[in-house]
Nanobody, 126 residues
Framework: QVQLVESGGGLVQAGGSLRLSCAASGRTFFTYAMAWFRQAPGKERELVAGIGSTGGRTKYADSVKGRFTISKDNAKNTVYLQMNTLRPEDTAVYYC???????????????????WGQGTQVTVSS
């Protein structure tokens, strides 16, 4: 069983920055592809950014390209999401997700992830 523990959410003004962290614990016999999803009230959960198991490949939602950066520290089994120039429409619960894989590709589908964090609230005020 893998546990994902998120931290770093909070309230920020528009134009500000936050960094989310997600630490994976448990059995780590394989490498993990990881991602950040978000879900706003009344909306479906959507991929914000994903990163392959080696950290060499990334993918971003169009709405966050150029503002958000995902990175992965394999030694620490931790993934980060640096969020800059935040907008009110970025307000949502952000979830970390992970899946054990031998591939270096980014997993883009919600259904492709086996493990989920509890979520952390990000609120951007205008």
């Amino acid at each position: 069983q893998v546990q994902l523990v998120e931290s770093g959410g909070g309230l920020v003004q528009a134009g500000g920055s936050l960094r989310l962290s997600c630490a994976a614990s448990g059995r780590t016999f394989f490498t993990y592809a990881m991602a950040w999803f978000r879900q706003a009230p009344g909306k479906e959960r959507e991929l914000v950014a994903g990163i392959g198991s080696t950290g060499g490949r990334t993918k971003y939602a169009d709405s966050v390209k150029g503002r958000f950066t995902i990175s992965k520290d394999n030694a620490k089994n931790t993934v980060y999401l640096q969020m800059n120039t935040l907008r009110p429409e970025d307000t949502a619960v952000y979830y970390c997700a992970a899946v054990a894989t031998h591939s270096s590709l980014v997993v883009v589908l919600t259904s492709g992830y086996a493990y989920w964090g509890q979520g952390t609230q990000v609120t951007v005020s205008s």
